[in-house]
């Protein structure tokens, strides 16, 4: 058969041959091929959210989620075949219709909105210098200290302790016009231990015991002569523990023992609830404590060690409430970026149960947790969780867990986070973070956190429909490429954001093997392709090759094709013979020909590192667009195959250019570093 076989050079010239008389119809496939990309490009930052993700923040670098979507394109291509050899194309068709509306939404939607909404302001933090340092949250306020020092003689003189609340004042002048109240604490000690109670906090040096709450009264809440290393209340009962690690009742002459651990390790935080008991937190432990009663001892009701080292811990309402009575969650954090939770009850004798699903633990974080802080900043339902590590601050809502705040931020040594409503009754709240001797914060509001217009989804759903409509009645190839665009733009765009590069080129390989095996070996591609030909549905786009083609009378298929390219390899004439059959035909490229090559080029701008700038854009964007001209020049080979009439797995070379694109200008715009393998199963 060498006989019968083409020399190489006579097939280069039958293939440019054949693209100098098609350039018509490649320019408008290429054309299309941009204008999808720039279209995902365009609504990146509409689902740049974490809630957006398909497996959220951490499933975005999981494997088995790419696994997963690959299975379900094989379900998915498995069922239309079955079905068409069912003879069940009312099911195909329609179905395919519901999920191209759907896939329709995600890019008219955004679009619209992007056309009639005012984008909000960025967030920002801004930096005040004070003398205050925060020491615990309450309610819709928090307690921060003053230290004392004379100008003169730089003496320490003792404290001021504050308790803030509404963060703004009628001039809306700043945090530090907060309404507060507040009393000073002389003392030799610049080092103090707190606890907190339900109205307020108590506080000890070693010689003095206060109690701070907005009734406090001198002579009451303030003992000058006593000496308490570590103080609390608890059911108007005041306790202190002494130097010589006893509790006692404030003036009463009993003593008790009290756990050896207390004495050891490093407290974090004291909480006092109302059924006499105290939620303790140690830098190795959280346990439960009964305070003695009638008869009783100082004892350990529940305890849960750590193998690592706990670095904070907030208590408030839970993010999973499902009862009218308020239930009650405690968040720790740890020196290996795990966040964990535990339900507790402050009212009744509850066993502590770990709240299982809260998945913020196993690398979610970037290095040790600097501060966690339940609060609500508008009023509305649970509280919200605000967790820093060691360079982010990010904001979580709802059982969902919703990330609606991730910010890169300066953290400093302290970290320490606190929240406080501008005004009584407010949808707005002020966040601040201790920054050593500074003071960062940042106005929150609901308005910052709506994902769209609701005039946008109303116009957009209606722009879809009528889309859909036109499509059902008249699915010209004009109609079906618009519709094609518009919903490869969406997938695009909600799968770049989902998943890191390196996920993304796993997935175009393993895709390209499969394409290829499916259109030169199994060759059931091919009758997927028919099959969405004859039903005039918008999963390929179509290149018309003369003015007067209609995609309505299209009936040349894919198998039609295949047996033309036998006989392209018997006999040379046949290209030309072919090509004059095919003079009012078109070429057609399946949407996920497109796709692939796209979602690589927004996860590139989606996850690699920002912040460098070449010619008035980020490196990022830069990487995207060269990925897609890589993609773009894998294209224009595929086409020289496909003018001769030949079907071809389109995958195999647009994948490959896509990827090499981004290989190259990663290296070159970025470094090596960029190219980090950071996914996990």
């Given amino acids: 058969m060498e006989g019968d076989s083409i020399h190489p050079t006579a097939q280069i010239k039958e293939m440019l041959g054949a693209m100098k008389e098609q350039w018509q119809s490649m320019l408008g496939m290429a054309i299309m091929f941009v204008v999808t990309i720039i279209i995902g490009i365009v609504i990146q930052p509409f689902y740049d959210k974490p809630e957006f993700r398909a497996f959220g923040e951490a499933g975005a670098s999981q494997a088995r989620n790419i696994l997963l979507e690959f299975v379900m394109i094989l379900v998915f291509t498995a069922a239309i075949i079955f079905l068409a050899k069912k003879k ?38 801004e930096i005040n210098n004070n003398p205050y340092e925060i020491i615990s949250q309450k309610d819709d306020g928090f307690f921060a200290s003053q230290k004392l020092v004379n100008k003169t003689t730089g003496e320490f003189g003792g404290y001021a302790f504050y ?6 004042d009628e001039t809306g002048l700043g945090p530090l016009n907060m309404l507060h109240q507040g009393v000073v604490f002389f003392t030799n000690e610049e080092n103090y231990t707190f606890s907190m109670f339900n109205e307020g906090m108590v506080i000890c040096d070693g010689s003095s015991w206060l109690k701070l709450d907005q009734s406090y009264d001198v002579s009451e809440d303030m003992n000058n002569d006593i000496d308490c290393s570590l103080g609390f209340t608890a059911n108007n009962i005041d306790w202190y523990i002494s130097s010589n690690n006893i509790l006692h009742k404030v003036g009463g002459n009993q003593s008790y023992d009290i756990p050896e651990f207390i004495n050891n390790e490093s407290t974090i935080n004291i909480w006092s609830t109302q059924n006499n008991q105290l939620i303790w937190v140690t830098e190795n432990r959280f346990a439960l404590l009964n305070l003695p009663t009638d008869g009783g001892n100082f004892t350990v009701e529940f305890e849960k060690l750590y193998s690592t080292k706990i670095t904070t811990a907030t208590l408030g309402s839970s993010l999973w409430q499902e009862t009218e009575i308020e239930q009650k969650l405690l968040v720790l954090g740890d020196n290996e970026g795990n966040v964990t939770a535990w339900n507790v009850d402050l009212e009744t004798n509850y066993v502590p149960n770990k709240e299982t699903r809260m ?20 009023n509305f339902a649970q509280d919200e969780l605000f967790v820093i590590d060691s360079e982010n601050f990010r904001m979580f809502r709802s059982s969902n867990l919703v990330e609606q705040i991730n910010m890169t931020i300066e953290i400093g040594n302290d970290g320490i986070l606190a929240l406080s409503n501008t005004s009584s009754n407010s949808i707005n709240s002020v966040v601040f973070i201790q920054m050593n001797d500074k003071w960062q914060y940042l106005t929150i509001d609901e308005n910052q956190f709506v994902l769209v217009n609701e005039w946008a ?16 009645i008249r699915p010209e190839w004009y109609v079906v490429n618009s519709v094609g665009i518009l919903v490869g733009a969406g997938v695009i765009a909600m799968l770049g954001i989902s998943f890191v590069p390196w996920l993304i080129i796993i997935f175009m390989i393993v895709a390209a093997i499969y394409d290829a095996w499916a259109v030169y070996k199994s060759k059931h591609m091919l009758d997927l392709a028919d099959t969405m030909v004859n039903l005039k549905l918008p999963i390929l786009l179509v290149a018309p090759q003369e003015k007067n083609y209609s995609f309505l009378d299209e009936k040349d298929t894919m198998r039609d094709r295949e047996i033309s390219e036998e006989d392209w390899k018997i006999k040379t004439k046949s290209f030309k013979n ?5 003079s009012k035909d078109a070429m057609f490229m ?4 497109v796709i692939f090559p796209g979602i690589l080029v927004i996860s590139a701008i989606t996850w690699l590192p920002q912040g460098t700038i070449i010619l008035g854009m980020d ?3 830069w990487i995207g667009l060269i990925t897609m001209f890589g993609g773009l020049c894998g294209y224009f080979i595929l086409m020289g195959y496909v003018a001769l009439g030949r079907p071809q797995a389109g995958l195999p070379l647009l994948n490959s250019g896509a990827i090499l694109g981004y290989f ?18």
Avoid: Q
């Fill in 88 to 125: 069940k194309d009312w099911i195909i068709k329609y179905g395919i219709l519901g999920i191209l509306f759907i896939a329709l939404c995600y890019s008219t939607i955004p679009l619209t909105n992007l056309m009639i909404s005012t984008p909000s302001e960025p967030l920002e933090f």
């Fill in 578 to 582: 072919k090509r004059e059959k095919s």
């Fill in 359 to 378: 998945h913020l633990d196993n690398g979610f974080f970037n290095g040790p947790i600097k501060s966690v802080l339940l609060a609500n900043y508008n």
């Fill in 457 to 472: 989804v109303l116009i957009g759903l209606c722009v879809s429909i009528f889309l859909m409509v036109v499509l059902f």
């Fill in 619 to 621: 490196a990022t964007i």
């Fill in 590 to 593: 399946g949407l996920g020909d």
């Fill in 664 to 681: 190259i200008s990663t290296l070159i715009l970025l470094g090596i570093s960029a190219l980090e393998f950071n996914i996990s199963f």
């Fill in 163 to 168: 308790s803030f609340s509404n963060a703004y």
